[in-house]
């Protein structure tokens, strides 16, 4: 079994900044792509950024100001996210493509999500 584990979301002023971070840890064998989504209220959740070893992308509403990087050593994704903006108030979600032990069998794990607010 595979866990992700969000953490560093909160309250911050527009035009602020905050890190999240996106921990995996269990039987993992490799990780393919990791990954930030989010769903505001009463929306559908869409892709903020997601990162494999071919590279970054990123939603169109969040380039220039967020940036997703991963520290592979520890299992770890990291979203940099700047000046924010209201409509960036959403539930942010980690998720993984991980290839699990000792099946070696991909499997998408969630995140059980994180509170970012934007407000004054």
């Known amino acids: 079994q595979v866990q992700l584990v969000e953490s560093g979301g909160g309250l911050v002023q527009p035009g602020g900044s905050l890190r999240l971070s996106c921990t995996a840890s269990g039987n993992i064998f490799s990780i393919t792509s990791m990954g930030w989504y989010r769903q505001a209220p009463g929306k559908q959740r869409e892709l903020v950024a997601i990162i494999t070893s071919g590279g970054t992308n990123y939603a169109d509403s969040v380039k220039g100001r967020f940036t997703i990087s991963s520290d592979n050593d520890k299992n770890t994704a990291y979203l940099q996210m700047s000046s924010l903006k209201p409509e960036d108030t959403a539930v942010y979600y980690c998720?993984?493509?991980?290839?699990?032990?000792?099946?070696?069998?991909?499997?998408?794990?969630w995140g059980q999500g994180t509170q970012v607010t934007v407000s004054s």
């Open positions: 998720n993984g493509n991980i290839q699990q032990r000792p099946t070696l069998v991909s499997y998408t794990y």
